[in-house]
């Protein structure tokens, strides 16, 4: 085994409802965009009549201003903390959360109560580009420059970039 073995070019990572077709922008790619935004939109719609039922009825059961206020801002900071957080995720991948955001146990009841953010921020970032599309795009190109490195010579003369010492 004197030469190297050949190694494959790499393949795109497939993102959901769009497969590999992300890379291209075919295979009816604008229109899985439009699926997908209106599928989010009406999604975080629903969650928000869900989420205002649930809220009215604390506030029929008349548990004082203060209870009804707490659970505004609660539900409001559970919205923008699952807003930002899935909005990180889609845009620069799971490496760029950092210390509680990156902890999926302690942020879980948080993304629970907060779905309609979550829901908001996947609609948003589908009108820019497919979800998660930004890093899976800068990870395909990084291994394909670094398959074309591999295949071309390190030397121009094809030494092999080493030189002799005499």
Partial sequence: MSEKAER???QPD???FFGTGWVTH?????LRRVGVSLGALVAACAGALLLRLAVQGVFVSEAGSLVNALLVVAVAICTC???IRT???LSKGRAS???WMADEKSVGPMLLIGFVGMLAAYFLRSLL???GEAEKRSRYELAVAAHARRRTPAAAGGGGGRRKQR
């Fill in 97 to 99: 959360l950092s210390g």
């Fill in 81 to 83: 903390v699952s807003a």
């Fill in 129 to 131: 580009e497919a979800p």
């Fill in 87 to 89: 909005w990180a995720l």
């Fill in 26 to 30: 075919d295979t009816g790619y604008w």
């Fill in 8 to 10: 494959p070019a790499p």
């Fill in 14 to 16: 497939p993102i959901r």
